[in-house]
């Protein structure tokens, strides 16, 4: 199989998948509980989500590994078990996706900030180590550092997983439009930042997750586009922003609605598209069509 960076760079706009947490919740994941911890409790559950995601098309699956990094699992006295969720967890996605896709395992951020002295440089970094060699163990081809906010806690990760496994690396953050128009973290970094920073410590394809819907992806992804020309960009967007209605959070964006955007967001720049917070099969499947349709409309 060929790699991420070969498939998009021979022209090909690949499909990745969408949401877990809402499933996991649907299918009883309690508020409180560690989602990561199913990989080897409810494997059948997690393994009917990543199943969902390969039936509507995707070319690339996730892990349910997010926070499944030692000192996150450490808020449930699971630090010590992070080898066996991680490896369980891309051996549950491996499984789904067969030979012929992309298992891109999940790696969200610690919960700790470097620069408040919660935690050293060496404890992350020694954190996304353990955890990238276990999801490669398990049969991930791929790794996604997401929904990050600083720079030097995703650099960390992305060093880590380049220094110990042989793992495609992917990095992506989380951004949120200010009242001047532009695009920030939480902790002030901006697309052009990331960008240029991701790339510098080893990553092979950066992006964009979560916080944004399809609208608002374009614009961020036309400014990782102007600040880095050639390395693939990867989008998971939310289904919109997220509303209360009648004390429930919902995602307004339809499945027709995000693929609508897609040939905007590919023109802006996008070489994998995919979802985040609110999108479900449907939205993944809605996709795919789209971008097969671009497919049809260039030969």
């Known amino acids: 199989m060929k790699t991420i960076v070969e498939t ?34 409810r494997r059948s559950d997690v393994l009917d989500i ?136 939480m902790m002030g970094v901006s697309p052009a930042d990331m960008a240029s920073a991701l790339v510098k410590a080893g990553a092979h394809v950066i992006g964009t997750n979560c916080g944004n819907g399809m609208e608002r992806m374009i614009e961020i992804v036309r400014e990782i586009r102007a600040a880095d020309g050639k390395t693939p960009i990867l989008v998971h967007a939310n289904a919109g922003l997220p509303e209360n209605k009648d004390g429930d959070i919902v995602f307004p964006e339809t499945p027709g609605m995000m693929a609508a955007l897609v040939p905007q967001l590919v023109s802006a720049g996008a070489n994998v598209v995919g979802g985040c917070c609110g999108t479900t099969p449907a939205h993944i499947a809605a996709m795919k069509k789209a971008v097969h349709g671009l497919i049809q409309a260039n030969s």
């Open 8 to 41: 998009v760079k021979a022209g090909a706009v690949l499909v990745s998948d969408g949401a877990w947490g809402t499933f996991l919740h649907k299918k009883g994941l309690e508020p409180g509980q560690c989602p990561e911890l199913w990989c080897i409790t």
């Open 50 to 185: 990543a199943r969902s995601y390969v039936a509507a098309g995707a070319d690339m699956i996730e892990s349910n590994s997010f926070g499944a990094n030692r000192l996150k699992l450490a808020h449930f006295g699971l630090d010590s078990r992070a080898k066996e969720i991680n490896r369980a967890a891309a051996e549950v996605s491996r499984e789904a996706a067969g030979p012929n896709r992309h298992v891109i395992a999940s790696m969200g951020p610690t919960g700790k900030i470097l620069m408040m002295g919660d935690v050293s440089e060496n404890e992350v970094y020694d954190a996304f180590a353990e955890q990238a060699t276990a999801l490669a163990d398990g049969g991930a081809n791929a790794c996604c550092i997401e929904t990050m906010t600083a720079i030097d806690e995703a650099c960390l990760a992305v060093r880590a997983a380049a220094d110990n496994t042989k793992l495609e690396i992917i990095a992506t953050f989380t951004f949120d439009k200010t009242m001047d128009n532009t695009y920030r973290t």
